[in-house]
T-cell receptor, first 112, second 109 residues
Framework: DVKVTQSSRYLVKRTGEKVFLECVQD?????MFWYRQDPGLGLRLIYFSYDVKMKEKGDIPEGYSVSREKKERFSLILESASTNQTSMYLC???????????FGQGTRLTVV | GQQVMQIPQYQHVQEGEDFTTYCNSS?????IQWYKQRPGGHPVFLIQ?????EVKKQKRLTFQFGEAKKNSSLHITATQTTDVGTYFCAGGRGNKLVFGAGTILRVKS
């Protein structure tokens, strides 16, 4: 079974802090995604990557950046956390578009 | 913004009633996937539809992909309390996997 692991289940950070959310997958997948999930808004795509060092903006990239130095790891960075970034963050991994996406367990981030 | 629209946002049904969620895209999709997220969990893949007009069944769940490959539906017959959760559709477009906003299903026993 594919395993997608997010580094933390719960995080509490202060406004202005730099925050790193890590995601690791163990199945050599090309494509990785970061979404945030908010009530009534579903899953919104922040950034995605289709290869090492390749990244593309999703629908809501403002306030975020990403890093993909190795195929198995996709990091989401909040350069200066703000309270409106309090959310559930989900990482997903896909071999290629058109087959099953596998999700990590999610990181619930609270910015105070 | 959201490129895959999903309705309704929320539905509360009596156990035994049927439930349907609909997914619509403004552009043609190469495929449509459906996921279920249990409360407190993460989305888990249910099924994928690829062909125009395709219909697939999983026990009480029936999935349809429209003829124009722009819409899809998930229908649950005789809901049970184990069906509670959020149901998402997702469409592939280029390198993107775009999700609908999800439909939250609550079942009263």
């Amino acid at each position: 079974d594919v395993k997608v692991t997010q580094s933390s289940r719960y995080l509490v950070k202060r406004t202005g802090e730099k925050v790193f959310l890590e995601c690791v997958q163990d199945m050599d997948h090309e494509n990785m995604f970061w979404y945030r999930q908010d009530p009534g808004l579903g899953l919104r795509l922040i950034y995605f990557s289709y290869d090492v060092k390749m990244k593309e903006k999703g629908d809501i990239p403002e306030g975020y950046s990403v890093s993909r130095e190795k195929k198995e790891r996709f990091s989401l960075i909040l350069e200066s956390a703000s309270t409106n970034q309090t959310s559930m963050y989900l990482c997903a991994s896909v071999l290629h578009i058109g087959v099953t996406a596998f999700f990590g367990q999610g990181t619930r981030l609270t910015v105070v | 913004g959201q490129q895959v629209m999903q309705i309704p946002q929320y539905q509360h049904v009596q156990e035994g009633e049927d439930f349907t969620t609909y997914c619509n895209s403004s552009t043609t999709l190469s495929n449509i996937q459906w996921y279920k997220q249990r409360p407190g969990g993460h989305p888990v893949f249910l099924i994928q539809l690829v062909k125009s007009g395709e219909v697939k069944k999983q026990k009480r769940l029936t999935f349809q992909f429209g003829e124009a490959k722009k819409n899809s539906s998930l229908h649950i017959t005789a809901t049970q309390t184990t069906d509670v959760g959020t149901y998402f559709c997702a469409g592939g477009r280029g390198n993107k996997l775009v999700f609908g906003a999800g439909t939250i299903l609550r079942v009263k026993s």
